[in-house]
């Protein structure tokens, strides 16, 4: 165990340059976006006097270096500037916002997963059959959309046309208010405080975008599991088991699957952040709070800060799920930790 | 007793739906297992006899099916029943255990839970026993602290130990009959021995019957009652071991017992009966048209290794977390080749013998200069050839003059190139040439040399069979004309026929070109029919030196002893006298 | 030439999903090549009379809000929508393999850094990485392109660098240093054509996602710039029609756009296939 | 220790937005007879206009919950729609005021009914902390308040608690109207300055996210990138009491979710509606649609006299000749637009402004004009626009870009993402043809000029520069308009911008907002933000 937390303590070593390297990255890039914050933050019909007093104010007077050093050193104070578009500290516009991202990918990827899984296995048991034609024709469609585009296309349909969903306001329709906060989920949150009308709202408020984003999610998962399951099934061991008289249950679950769900674990936390990184567009078109549309937002309008908050965000929570990955799988698969 | 036998397969086949259509995969096979029996079913690859085995037992994959004929067992129709029913059946009347262990345990699951998995599928245990007949099971198989091992995944264990897992969950429901599919593969010669040993132990004790499936004759021969002889999906032939072996009706038989190698046959003996298929298409490799190399009158020293040292980092988890401070002074590493000096003349063999892991792999690359030494010195042909690093070597004159022939022809032919350009490869690079007509006389000259038919050269390695790759290999390796040339296993991942007719080539190449070879193997026996002069290297350091013959019928140190010893031999009447005594 | 023809008829009746991709990248092909000479009407004239019409005999997609034919400028975007995505995916191919099978290859301090390099990409949230690389460099096709190459770069990275690490010790690779062969020759000649096969997939999915990507960029006003037809600046502009009803303009650039990116990412397999020598009989 | 760190951060945040008079909605909200749900693009960033960095949508925040000591009258336009009346100006905080003899002072009566939130009078040094406040921090309300002629807080004189003077260096026309702005609001001071601190002696930092008002609505409650939600105040009494009891601003990014939501009624009231939705919405019939043109302001086409050919008048002429205003007003304004072409002569006849310029599309012509310039082969040039307004600049951008091809002009179109726009248009003003879209606060057709057509000013993005238009503008700004030569002043600019034409006006835009049938009292503004005071749901 100790050296398994060593392990673990080495990886987050190993991802302090990548963490760096994103933190130079994303000063450069925000600095090379076109359009002077000084003459943004200083509002509309301001002049060349108020524009060079709110460019001293925001330090741009200085050189990029000078800056760079200031900024990191905040980062370490824990400040990452003002947001210029929404007026808010943009940590705080983070953490407000990060747990409806998260929210909405996680139940994004659970329902991919729910979907996706079964399939995978489906066409793998049945390798070159029309099951897995289908299989893989079906979850290929679901990558083949752009995210904005059955997004609008379901609503159009679901809360339009029919009515069935409900409008697609953000986590919780108008009458609605947040439940107080404890972890941000509004799901959780609503159970937390005993409030089933809100935990419902927020459910019915998730089905569309989170069924949107899992779309997305289904086809690499699927293939994952398919080459996953069809490796462990031709494999020794199951061979193995079968050759025992082992229920096909145990073999499909105990022995093929669980040796099959390690590199998917790996892939799911790959698609996590990716999924993490693709809602942007869904967040816009469901008018979701989170750090997606932010980020948009924050982009078009060369908001620094904002734009730099929201990448250094996601590059931590890249790391931290990553992290997490490896630990479950050191947790679950033995052999981890011997090679490499 | 009644009368149909315990185990009866009755003229069946089985057919496999492939790319290329459909292939016969068995042709009426017809054999019968008695209660307590072993009986043996020999064969090269693609024999069937695998097939056969799966085919018993309901295991066959999606592609193949059961075209013809029935299998029962005790009395029971097998090749009819109802997939639920074989289930139960399995592990619970019929076991099987396979080849390569490791890759047949379920890597994440510890090794006593897999035994309770048959014990609880098959109701040979309630959850309240199973762990305690899980470890019984495993001490019954001889492992060391099974209370211990009962935790460990099989990374965890040697080979060895998994294949003792392996029969620990095959007879953990006391089944009545085992099948053992080349149950040994893979092991070391002295483990091999050991595991057969105790499966013969544990089957005797409880008078159960055993099919075991090996291409090794002398394995057989060692611990079969009946041999069974398969070739190209056909039974061939059928006899009691000692029959079989005192007299031979099928030729295949004949070849294959000429084929196999034993402590006194030559290499003459080993081709006394033709492959039919191998030369079906296949120029007999006789004419030499490179000429031949002068020999030297004088045997002038070729080769001298000098305290050569290997050693590898061991990737420990117990390093620090700061980065820069876990390459400090107690870094540990594992020697795989530990000052050893030996050398060698022009136009001798040197064999190079050692189970795995021993360094004999290692000390070949550095003479082929794949890989840098930690220390020590290669002399070659009076130039230390170490002081250049592996990476500059390729493009000294020297990498001409030390080729190598590879373990697997499979893995070391490009299966992007042709045969053709396999060949042509160091042609192109070392000697040069550019001219397109140069190089395609030449490729095909070295083709005939070895032997290769002229058709096969636009093939690509997956359209070949193993012998036309290892000559397509050893083609390419000799297309420099070498001084010395390095054989790393060169006839391990062949049949036993297809390795008479390599190991004939190449003895009939050295003689023809005059070339010097250093042959590593794990076969005494191999080698020595190549060799004048043998090291045993173990755990890194040479442990004994001599002629092949010496080595090999009297070796003086005590692990050249067990490693002779541990070589299955078919003698059959000294076996059989050894049961009757051993009884 | 007649041994490929044959293999790639053996692939295509291996597996039926590979024909359908294979005749679909036909027809996108050629609409790619000759969109021009197909499309019934300019695509970029507009008719100011004919604004938003639906489907008829004489505009069979409708027309948009300029009045523009819907299925002219649906057949034209081919070549760009094309040009995006192989462009992206072949630059981000040929450096992303080169980088990842060094890395792979070589080992050591280069491994090191181009590791870290492609973590730093994947630590990016990648959509937005390209948001802001074509904000900062200016909405050209051009830097479309260069954007969807750099957030790729890490899967070609990590593909070829663990590939080319399995192959650095084989059997061939090792032939080819006793045959004299350089490392950068045996990079070049032994394990880059080699990891070809599982690279395949990975080019026939980000040919598909460089489309998306160019798609999602439009949709933030940072796509192609008009008036050039593109699908994804289509869907994007079509999609704000949805809702008053003009579903054709979002609907038919939409599904065009979902069958070609339907069709590279069916396309990994057979591809693959093509180019993996032990298919080949 | 992290977790624990980061619930308490998050709950803080949700804590200092929420005001501690309201905790939930209550359920019956559903009935929302008195309760309307507004659907806006985007929300707002500040609750305090003076500061720094306050974008658009936050205007409507101060319109709503601060009073301003006089206010603009509403008036009913012939289609029975509401807007503002920028002749009639009311009083709001000030019961009354009277100006001096010279026209250099102005003496504010404030009224004894204008209390603050927490109870406290409305006083003359309130208002004085408040106008000091918005000339001293600079940015836009300080350019705002000079329009005025109010820079210094010197200007700005405590007659007596309840006595408010307004000193000016000469008298202008524009001071008064400049007054009923959303800038010059008044803020309970004494809160305000008990929150301030030396670095931030105007409170800033408070003020940004606590209002101190006396305005009829209160914030309730603000979740930043979500939703706002007003609160009547209900002791208000400086007008008729706002008929709805709570205003609920949503933010919907999506302009075809907002359609969406009301159409299917979820939402009540949809500002700054689309053209294109504008028109079908009144078309369906079952949407309230209340418009108007915009007062002072016009769409139009710069052309940037800084860059060759453009600073040639018979180009800029031949384009005026040969963009196609018809189709522009046709398609990218679905008819929302006043058409801003045609103009039989070269002199105008009123002084109307916006009015018809005297161009219309004619190919021929506009040849002509080009080949008599010397550029009869045509040329090449970029028309950028604003990605923030793509909706009807991009149709109109494709339009004119097809339409100059026929004469030659090779045109590539450049779409500027919104940050980058204001730097490029406006401040360094270096986009050779651009779409532009000023509209003045206060209309008067000389303060269009002043911004548009003045040298070195903001929305000059043509860098136009006429000696005789900076001379007259000058001279109009301040006059009044029953001074004799401002008629005179003013046709000759507006003759001036017929013939020089450095902006092409394309059409007078109108402010579209789409509502339920159940709301009424709906005006129009011209600072184009919500002022729910007038709204009432039947």
């Excluded at chain 1, 090379?32 to 007093?53: C, T, V, W």
Aim: glycine share 8%; charged share 20%.
């Amino acid at each position: 165990m100790r050296t398994k937390l060593h392990q673990v303590g080495r990886r987050l070593l190993q991802a302090l340059p990548s963490v760096f390297g994103v933190v130079v990255i994303s000063f450069a890039l925000t600095r090379a976006l076109p359009g002077d914050p000084a003459i943004y933050f200083a509002g509309a019909m301001a002049d060349k006097e108020s524009i060079e007093q709110v460019r001293i104010a925001l330090g741009l007077d200085r050189s990029w270096l000078e800056q760079f050093f200031i900024y990191v050193g905040n980062l370490f104070k824990g400040d990452m500037g003002l947001s210029l578009s929404t007026g808010q500290p943009v940590l705080q516009e983070l953490l407000t916002r990060l747990p409806a991202s998260l929210e909405l990918t996680f139940i994004g990827l659970g329902l991919a997963v729910l979907l996706a899984v079964p399939l995978g296995i489906l066409a793998a048991t049945h390798p070159g059959s029309w099951i897995d034609h289908v299989c893989r024709v079906l979850v290929t469609a679901g990558v083949s959309l752009p995210t904005f585009f059955t997004g609008l296309f379901l609503i159009y349909i679901f809360y339009y046309l029919l009515g069935w969903a409900p409008s697609p306001l953000g986590r919780l329709d108008i009458l609605y208010l947040s439940p107080p906060t404890v972890t941000g989920f509004y799901t959780i949150d609503s159970l937390l405080a005993r409030d089933g009308e809100t935990f419902i709202s927020s459910l019915k408020q998730l089905i569309l975008p989170a069924f949107t984003l899992g779309l997305f999610a289904l086809a690499p998962i699927a293939r994952m599991t398919r080459g996953g399951m069809l490796g462990a099934l031709s494999s020794d061991y199951v061979r193995t088991a079968r050759a025992n008289g082992l229920a096909r249950a145990t073999v499909l679950l105990t022995y093929a699957f669980r040796n099959a769900a390690l590199p998917l674990l790996t892939t799911l936390g790959m698609v996590f952040s990716f999924l993490l990184g693709a809602n942007v567009l869904v967040e816009k078109v469901f008018s979701w709070p989170g750090i997606g549309s932010f980020a948009i937002e924050a982009l078009v309008a060369s908001d620094y800060a904002a734009v730099q908050g929201f990448v250094l965000t996601m590059a931590l929570l890249f790391v931290v799920v990553n992290l997490t990955i490896d630990v479950i799988l050191t947790l679950t698969d033995p052999r981890v930790g011997l090679d490499d | 007793m009644d009368k149909t036998p315990f185990l009866n397969v009755d003229e069946l086949s089985v057919e496999f739906r492939t790319r290329n259509g459909i292939v016969q995969a068995l042709e009426k096979v017809s054999l019968h297992v008695e209660k307590g029996e072993v009986l043996g079913v020999v064969g090269e690859s693609g024999s069937g006899k695998s097939v056969t085995a799966y085919t018993a037992i309901g295991l066959l994959d999606a592609a193949g099916e059961a075209s013809h004929g029935t299998v029962t067992f005790d009395g029971m129709p097998l090749t009819d029943a109802r997939e639920a029913d074989l289930r139960d059946l399995r592990g619970r009347e019929i076991s099987m255990i396979f080849q390569n262990p490791r890759a047949a345990l379920n890597p994440i699951r510890p090794v006593g839970k897999q035994i309770e998995d048959v014990l609880l599928r098959h109701v040979q245990a309630t959850r309240q026993t199973a762990r305690d007949k899980a470890v019984a099971m495993l001490k019954k198989v001889k492992i060391v602290e099974p209370e211990q091992r009962y935790w460990s995944y099989p990374f965890e264990l040697s080979g060895g130990m998994c294949q003792r897992v392996m029969i620990a969950i095959a007879l953990a429901c006391d089944p009545r009959l085992l099948i053992a599919d080349e149950p040994t593969t893979g092991l070391d010669v002295t483990t091999q021995k050991a595991t057969m040993d105790l499966i013969r132990e544990l089957t005797r004790e409880q008078n159960m019957s055993v099919v075991l499936i090996t291409h090794d004759l002398g394995m057989a021969a060692a611990y079969c009652d009946r041999l069974v002889v398969m070739q190209k999906g056909r039974v061939v032939e059928s006899a009691p071991v000692n029959d079989l072996f005192a007299a031979p009706q099928h030729p295949y038989t004949k070849k294959l017992i000429a084929a196999s190698p034993g402590p006194n046959s030559t290499l003459e003996e080993l081709t006394a009966v033709p492959d039919e298929m191998e030369t079906a298409n296949m120029a007999q490799p006789n004419v030499a048209p490179l000429p031949k190399r002068p020999k030297t009158a004088e045997p002038e020293k070729l080769l001298e290794v000098i305290d050569l040292v290997k050693e590898f980092p061991i990737k420990s988890d117990n390093v620090s977390l700061l980065p820069w401070r876990n390459n400090g002074q107690e870094e540990q590493a594992f020697r795989a080749v530990d000052g050893i000096s030996f050398s060698m003349m022009r136009g001798e063999s040197l064999g190079l013998v050692g189970e795995s892991g021993c360094g004999k792999s290692t000390t070949s690359n550095i003479i082929t200069r794949l890989m840098d030494p930690t220390s020590g010195d290669v002399i070659f042909d009076h130039r230390n050839i170490t002081t250049h690093s592996a990476a500059k070597f390729a493009r000294l004159p020297e990498r001409m003059k030390i080729q190598m022939v590879f373990q697997d022809p499979t893995e070391s032919l490009n299966p992007r190139y042709s045969a053709r350009q396999s060949i042509a490869q160091p042609l192109r690079h070392l000697k040069g040439l550019r001219n397109r007509k140069e190089i395609a006389t030449k490729v095909d000259a070295l083709a005939e040399l070895v032997g290769l038919p002229g058709n096969l050269l636009d093939r690509f390695p997956h359209q070949l069979s193993g012998g036309q790759k290892a000559r397509v290999g050893i083609a390419r390796s000799i297309a420099v004309d070498p001084l010395l040339l390095v054989l790393d296993e060169p006839t391990s991942a062949l049949d036993v026929s297809v390795q008479a007719v390599v190991l004939q080539l190449l003895d009939q190449l050295k003689r023809d070109l005059g070339m010097s070879y250093i042959f590593v193997s794990h076969d005494l026996n191999v080698v020595r029919l190549l060799c004048e002069r043998v090291i045993v290297m173990n755990r890194g350091k040479i442990i004994e030196t001599g002629t092949a013959d010496e080595v090999l019928n009297n070796p003086e140190e005590a692990y050249t002893k067990t490693l002779v010893e541990a070589i299955p031999h078919f003698e059959p009447r000294t076996e059989i006298e050894r049961q009757v005594s051993a009884l | 030439m007649t041994r490929f023809l044959k293999h790639f008829r053996y692939v295509m009746g291996e597996n039926p999903v590979t024909v359908f991709a294979f005749s679909l990248f036909t027809v996108i092909l050629f609409m790619g090549i000759f969109g021009h000479w197909i499309a019934p009407y300019d695509p970029l004239a507009t008719n100011t009379a004919m604004t938003l019409k639906p489907p008829s005999w004489s505009h069979p997609f409708g027309t948009d809000h300029l009045g523009r034919d819907v299925f002219s400028r649906v057949i034209v975007a081919t070549r760009l929508d094309l040009g995006i995505a192989v462009s992206a995916v072949a630059l981000s191919f040929l450096i992303g393999s080169a980088l990842g099978c060094s890395a792979g290859f070589w080992g050591g301090w280069p491994d090191r850094i181009i590791g870290r390099f492609s973590d730093t990409i994947m630590a990016f949230p990648l959509f937005v990485l390209a948001m802001g690389i074509v904000a900062a460099m200016g909405n050209s096709v051009e830097n479309i392109i260069y954007a969807t190459a750099i957030i790729n770069l890490p899967f070609y990275i990590r593909v070829s660098r663990t590939e080319a690490s399995v192959r650095r010790n084989a059997g061939y690779v090792n032939a080819a240093r006793l045959s004299g062969c350089t490392d950068g020759r045996i990079l070049a000649t032994q394990v880059f054509p080699n990891i070809l096969p599982p690279m395949m997939i990975q080019i026939s999915l980000n040919m598909g996602w460089a489309i998306l990507n160019a798609a999602g960029l439009s949709f933030i006003g940072l796509g192609v710039r008009p008036p050039d037809a593109e699908w994804g600046i289509m869907v994007a502009e079509g999609a704000t029609y949805i809702v008053s009803g003009e579903w054709w303009l979002a609907l038919f650039p939409g599904a065009a756009l979902m069958t070609a990116v339907f069709c590279f990412n069916l396309l990994g397999d057979g591809l693959r296939d093509l180019v993996d020598p032990l298919r080949r009989t | 220790m992290r977790r624990r760190d980061f619930l308490k951060t998050a709950g803080a945040v949700t804590g200092a937005s929420v005001l501690p008079f309201l905790k939930f909605l209550p359920a019956e909200a559903a009935g929302r007879s008195d309760t309307l749900v507004v659907v806006a693009g985007q929300g707002i960033n500040s609750l305090d206009l003076h500061r720094k960095g306050t974008n658009r949508p936050s205007y409507q925040v101060t319109v709503n919950i601060y009073d301003r000591l006089v206010r603009f009258g509403v008036t009913e336009l012939k289609d029975g729609s509401l807007s503002y009346d920028s002749t009639k100006i009311e009083p709001e905080v000030a019961e009354s005021w009277t100006t001096s003899k010279d026209g250099k002072s102005l003496t504010f009566k404030i009224s004894p009914k204008a209390k603050f939130w927490d109870g406290s009078p409305v006083t003359a040094h309130d208002v004085k902390w408040s106008f000091d406040r918005a000339v001293s921090l600079g940015g836009f309300p300080a350019v705002q308040m000079k329009a005025g002629s109010m820079t210094k807080p010197e200007q700005f004189v405590v007659v007596d608690d309840m006595t408010f003077r307004i000193d000016l260096p000469k008298p202008s026309k524009l001071t008064l109207p400049d007054l009923a702005v959303p800038i010059p609001f008044i803020i309970n001071s004494k809160v305000a300055k008990a929150k301030a601190t030396e670095k931030d002696p105007w409170a800033t930092e408070y003020l940004h996210k606590n209002p101190a008002g006396s305005g009829a609505y209160k914030i309730a409650r603000w979740d930043p990138g979500q939703q706002f939600v007003y609160e009547r105040n209900e002791d208000w009494a400086l007008g008729t009491k706002p008929g709805v009891k709570r205003v609920i601003v949503r933010e919907v990014p999506s302009a075809s979710t907002r359609r969406a939501l009301t159409e299917r009624g979820d939402a009540d009231l949809y500002m700054n509606v689309p053209a294109k939705d504008a028109k079908e919405f009144k078309e369906g019939g079952k949407i309230k649609v209340s418009g108007a043109p915009i007062d002072n302001c016009l769409h139009v086409l710069g052309l940037n006299l800084k860059h060759k050919p453009f600073d040639n008048k018979k180009v800029r002429q031949a384009i005026a000749f040969a963009l196609p205003y018809k189709e522009i007003v046709e398609a990218a304004a679905y008819g929302r637009g006043k058409p801003m072409y045609g103009a039989k002569e070269m002199t105008p006849s009123t002084i109307k402004w916006p009015q018809p310029f005297p161009y219309d599309t004619d190919f021929d012509k506009a040849k002509a004009l080009l080949t008599e310039a010397g550029f009869g082969k045509g040329f090449e040039t970029t028309l950028s626009y604003n990605l923030g307004l793509a909706d009807w600049q991009e149709p109109t951008a494709l339009l004119i870009q097809e339409a100059l091809g026929k004469i030659g002009i090779k045109v590539t179109l450049d779409k500027i993402p919104g940050a980058n726009w204001r730097t490029a248009a406006l401040v360094k003003k270096s986009l050779p043809m651009h779409l532009e879209n000023f509209g003045g606060w206060l209309n008067y057709p000389d303060y269009y000029f002043f911004w548009a057509y003045k040298y070195g000013h903001l929305f000059n993005s043509s860098n136009y520069k006429n000696p005789e238009v900076e001379k007259l503008v000058d001279e109009t700004l301040h006059m009044s308009v029953e001074d004799p030569l401002y008629a005179a002043n003013v046709m000759k600019m507006i003759s001036i911008a017929f013939e020089d034409v450095p902006r092409i006006p394309l059409y007078q835009p109108y402010l579209d907002s789409a509502m339920q049938k159940s709301v009424e009292g709906y005006a129009s503004w011209f600072h184009r933000q919500l002022d729910c005071r007038t709204i009432s749901k039947a």
